[in-house]
């Protein structure tokens, strides 16, 4: 096996060159545990530690290793144990914002070619939040796909009814309806999946994205669960995330389910999910219109004569507010941070003085 075909290319192989560490191993971050890493090369995957300089450097999470990260290693013990260094840039990121008030990213994966965005036939469909997953896959420089799984628990009416409100919703982003349970589908999932490319599944626990997985690999590698009756709910089976290299080639990356994705805290990205809005803000009167009060806004009007929907408006809105609003809170924290620690050097200095 050559890097290569864990997707290691040209963009990786000149940031390499750009580097200075030419003496080191480069090794891909497959999984990631608490404690703990798994990195894989050309030979072996290996249990792998982050070195202290690396952790203590480390500003916030997202300077840490993330599954499909590219990582300078050191091997140890015959190559059996690895030390990660640093980390090579990334290509593209999947992140989000930290739950709660706190104003920071959790990373979900790097190094990303598509985001498969599942959402389940049954109680899980819902445009919005698809809209926001979409929001988030643009952000990070990442073709969005959108898969309709549990197609075999909805009659075909339905579902051409889903499918259509998802064109009629002005969404453009190739949709593959599918069943774990009927195998229906499956082969134009496999039609995608190129040898060499990284994939993320990305959806609310429960939707099927581990079955998927196993099913795509031919054996039931990882555990997957049923899900609540009563309201459609998952449980959280997947606990970790994790890279696994399907036999033909492609790496697909399974994420624990999430439960909800609220303020997503992009700062690009929604004009991208949004081509339709832009498209008619082209006719607008002035140039920074915010479609919201200015005179001659086509936005406007596209909503009142029934050409846009009203609930994909608010949504545009919505996601745009909350994005410049976390873009200034973000901007915000980084300049504390920064803040701090300029004030621990000075009291270091001060502190070697006496
Ligand atoms: N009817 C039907 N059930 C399915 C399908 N795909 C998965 N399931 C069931 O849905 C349940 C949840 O599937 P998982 O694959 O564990 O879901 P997940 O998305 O990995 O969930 P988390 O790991 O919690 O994020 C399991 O009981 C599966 O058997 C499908 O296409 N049709
Ligand atoms: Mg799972
Ligand atoms: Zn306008």
Redesign the pocket.
């Known amino acids: 096996m050559e890097l290569q075909t864990l997707g290691f290319n040209d963009w990786f192989q000149q940031k390499l060159k750009e580097s200075d560490k030419s003496g080191y191993n480069v090794a891909r971050v497959t999984t990631v545990n608490r404690d703990n890493y798994l990195v894989r090369n050309e030979t072996s995957e290996v249990l792998a530690e982050l070195a202290g300089k690396l952790m203590f450097s480390a500003e916030s999470s997202i300077d840490l290793p993330t599954v499909g990260d590219w990582a300078f290693v050191q091997y140890y013990n015959s190559d059996t144990f690895a030390i990660i260094d640093d980390l090579l840039p990334r290509k593209s990121v999947l992140r989000r914002k930290t739950a709660g008030k706190k104003v920071d990213y959790q990373m979900i994966a790097s190094n990303i070619d598509v985001a498969f965005i599942?959402q389940?036939c049954d109680f899980n469909f819902n445009l919005r939040r698809l809209e926001r997953y979409l929001v988030m896959a643009n952000d990070g420089n990442i073709k969005p796909m959108f898969l309709l799984?549990?197609?075999?628990?909805v009659s075909e009416e339905v579902l051409e009814q889903i499918i259509s409100a998802v064109r009629s919703a002005n969404i453009n982003c190739e949709t593959i309806a599918?069943?774990?349970?009927?195998g229906s589908g499956l082969a134009q999932i496999q039609q995608v999946l190129e040898a060499g490319k990284t994939y993320c599944?990305l959806?609310?626990?429960?939707?099927?994205?581990?079955?998927?997985l196993n099913l795509l690999m031919g054996r039931d590698a990882f555990?997957?669960?049923?899900?609540r009756e009563k309201d459609g709910k998952?449980?959280?089976?997947?606990t970790r995330r994790q890279l696994t290299i399907l036999d033909q080639g492609a790496m697909l990356i399974?994420?624990?389910?999430m439960r909800e994705l609220g303020n997503i805290g992009v700062s690009t990205g929604i004009d991208e999910s949004f081509t339709d809005i832009m498209k008619l803000a082209e006719g607008c009167r002035f140039n920074d219109c915010t479609h919201t009060s200015e005179a001659g806004c086509t936005v406007m009007s596209a909503v009142q004569n029934g050409d846009l929907n009203e609930a994909r408006y608010q949504s545009y809105l919505k996601l745009r507010k909350e994005s410049e609003h976390y873009e200034l809170s973000y901007a915000e924290k980084r300049k504390k941070d920064r803040k701090f620690g300029q004030f621990i050097k000075s009291a270091k200095k001060q502190f070697k003085k006496k």
């Open positions: 599942m389940s799984s549990k197609s075999d628990l599918f069943s774990n349970e009927t599944l959806g609310s626990s429960g939707v099927g994205k581990t079955t998927l555990e997957t669960n049923l899900v998952g449980k959280h089976t997947t399974d994420t624990p389910g």
